[in-house]
C-alpha cells in the first residue's frame, strides 16, 4: 500500500478473509470425506470460490483496484460458478 497506512479495519477485513477462506476450505473437505465422496467437478469450483472471492477482498483492500476492475472480477466469478460443468446427454 503506497501512501496508505495500514490501519485496524485493514488488518481486521483481511483476517476474517483469510480465516473464511480458510475454514471454508476446511468445512468442504470435511463434507467431503464424511459423504465418501471423491472429487467432482462441483467439488472443484466450490474450492474455487472459496479461494477466489475473499482474495479478491484482499485485493480490494490492499491495493488501488478501481471499482470498474472489481466489478469484473466478480462478474468472472458469478459467470463460473452460474455456468453448466456437466454434460447433457
Given amino acids: 500500500m503506497q501512501g496508505q497506512e495500514l490501519t485496524w479495519i485493514h488488518f481486521l477485513a483481511i483476517s476474517g478473509a483469510v480465516v473464511a477462506m480458510l475454514m471454508g476450505i476446511i468445512l468442504t ?3 467431503l470425506h464424511v459423504l465418501e ?3 467432482s467437478a462441483n467439488s ?8 477466489f472471492l475473499p482474495s479478491l477482498v484482499i485485493f480490494a483492500v490492499l491495493t488501488n483496484f478501481g ?3 472489481l466489478a469484473a472480477l ?3 466469478v458469478a459467470g463460473y460458478v452460474l455456468s453448466s460443468s456437466e454434460r447433457d446427454s
Fill in 44 to 51: 472443484i469450483k466450490a474450492l474455487g470460490v472459496l479461494v
Fill in 67 to 69: 471499482s470498474e476492475t
Fill in 29 to 31: 473437505f470435511y463434507r
Fill in 74 to 76: 466478480l462478474g468472472t
Fill in 37 to 39: 465422496q471423491n472429487f
